[in-house]
């Protein structure tokens, strides 16, 4: 089990930048696909970005291409978001979560994730 840890989540302006981090301890960090999610109120769970054990391919929701950029250090054993262009509706908990079965199959769906931080609150004001 992999135990994880979300940070740089709070309060921005419409067209503002956030950065968050995911510190992952337990298990084998550099084997593992990582994913970021978000949930609005009311709203399910979505997938907003992944990428692969070994830092490649990252896949993106459309929702946030061309804005969010994910990244991983598997040195450090974090994987980020930078989150740009910020809009009202990026507003959530956003939540990292390890895939450690795929191998270089990327999902979009929370089911395919074995572990889940405890999320980071991002608040987007218009």
């Known amino acids: 089990q992999v135990q994880l840890v979300e940070s740089g989540g709070g309060m921005v302006q419409a067209g503002g930048s956030l950065r968050l981090s995911c510190a992952a301890s337990?298990?084998?960090?550099?084997?593992?696909?990582m994913g970021w999610f978000r949930q609005a109120p009311g709203k399910e769970r979505e997938f907003v970005a992944a990428i692969t054990w070994r830092g490649g391919r990252p896949y993106y929701a459309d929702s946030v291409k061309g804005r969010f950029t994910i990244s991983r250090d598997n040195a450090a054993n974090t994987v980020y978001l930078q989150m740009n262009s910020l809009k009202p509706e990026d507003t959530a908990v956003y939540y990292c979560a390890a895939d450690r079965d795929s191998g270089y199959t990327l999902s979009p769906g929370p089911p395919a994730y074995d572990d889940w931080g405890q999320g980071t609150q991002v608040t987007v004001s218009s």
């Open positions: 337990g298990g084998t960090f550099s084997r593992y696909n």
